[in-house]
């Protein structure tokens, strides 16, 4: 029996992540490590420890203040979009660009320390959520988040397991194949609670329904051909050609 440490922001890849451990007869123990580094919106820690205490895996916080107060996620200006073209249009950009959402190294410096929790608290498996996603044909989600890429996902692992002498292992299922709605489809699958679950940037207690992730959360549902039990402040506006 291994033991696991799931990383836990409280979103749709989180509570899959849990569910897919929980359902692994080779776990045999679940811990979730949630980060406080910040963020302009505490509901996802609130979502984080609530899915935590559904999947009976034990709520470790780490505060990890981080450096830059620019991004959208933290103090920075939340750009909101009036549908999902023109929160997609942006992918289309050809020049260098970087999300205003963009925390810099934030996922590196979090699977940094979830290494570090691991092995100092035994734990053998270290899971963490997809980092890399297309959400639509066309758009390369690493362009804007570089340190959620596959190719960074894969690197970082090799460095896990030379780091700790393999006694961690990194396994990030979805970072290769799966998209978003991939995700929700397997988590469907495994019964996941996603009334539960919180992506919204906002500094709201429900989802705001404008920002990038409820739009891209809303157009996983519909791509799944799932119904999306979230309760927006403004519905999302997902059907494309709104251009
Ligand atoms: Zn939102």
Known sequence: MIKALVLNSGGVESATLLAHAKKDTDVGEIASLTFDYGQRNSQELTAAKTLAEYYRASYNLANLPLLTSESSLMGGKLDTYQNVDQYFSIFDAKEDITSSAHVPFRNGIFLAWAVHY??????????AGPMGEWDYDGGYWG??????????????????RIGTKNKVRLVTPFVWTQTKADVIKLGTKLGVPWELTFSCYSDNFIHCGECAPCLTRAYAFQK????????????????????
């Open 143 to 160: 362009d804007y988040f570089p340190d959620c890429s596959p190719e960074f996902a894969g690197a970082f692992g090799a460095a896990v």
């Open 224 to 243: 799944a051909e799932i119904a999306d039990p979230t309760l927006y402040i403004k519905q999302p506006n997902v059907q494309r050609g709104n251009e």
């Open 118 to 127: 691991a092995e100092v608290a035994g734990y053998d498996v270290v899971y």
